[in-house]
């Protein structure tokens, strides 16, 4: 395969760009321990999206990795993961913002884990980083999907009910690696909660 793009993305920043049908999309983690919040449109029709609910359903599972597929709200394949060193990403939780920082009210972290990563609490989140990176396709910010959670890990209590972010488990260099079943309009952010960095890759064969 040959390297078409290769993006640095520094800490609390985010990526958005075209993967066409064929090519290989890769989330490459820089420091280790670091989410990433990705989603993914059908280019060709924007309202068509990922849907965290049919890719659960359709495969029944919580968690993915290689040899999965992440399917839309109309059942389409989007994407399919063709090689993963970290084999835990996660299809429960939602997307981080700023209302989790700033509110003082929520409860989604486990003991140990500290958002920001040492860094300070983020003023902002995923949402509006991604809010961000969408904007050249015009993309309001109610129309991005529940992401996939990528090299986070959760804490999942099926007695109670709760779940939790556990601190990473991620080494730098490990990656998950997509292909595009159609023209797909990608968007990672490298989340606050993490403050570290990722790279993105796009191959072609």
Known sequence: MK????????????WAGVVPRGQRLRVVEEDGGQ???????????????????RTKANQGRILVTKGHVLYSKSNGVMMSITDDTYG?????????????????????????????????????????????????????????PSPLNLFQTMHIDVKTGELGILPGRSKPGDYI?????????????????????????????
């Not at 390297?3 to 985010?14: F, H, I, N, Q």
């Not at 029709?45 to 849907?51: A, I, K, M, N, P």
């Not at 797909?184 to 990722?198: T, V, Y």
């Open 3 to 14: 390297p078409v793009l290769d993006t640095y993305l520094p800490p609390r920043t985010g």
């Open 35 to 53: 989410i990433g919040d990705f989603v993914v449109f059908n280019a060709d029709d924007l309202r068509e999206r990922f849907d965290q609910g």
């Open 88 to 144: 835990i990403h996660d299809l429960q939780y939602g997307m981080c913002s700023r209302w989790i920082f700033q509110s003082g009210r929520y409860r989604g972290f486990t003991a140990g884990f500290q958002p920001g990563g040492g860094q300070g609490p983020p003023e902002f989140g995923c949402w509006e980083i991604l809010t961000e990176a969408l904007q050249p396709w015009n993309i309001p910010a109610e129309d991005i």
């Open 177 to 205: 690696e997509l292909r595009a079943e159609m023209n797909c309009l990608c968007a990672l952010s490298a989340c606050p909660c993490g403050g570290k960095a990722s790279r993105v890759q796009v191959w072609t064969e």
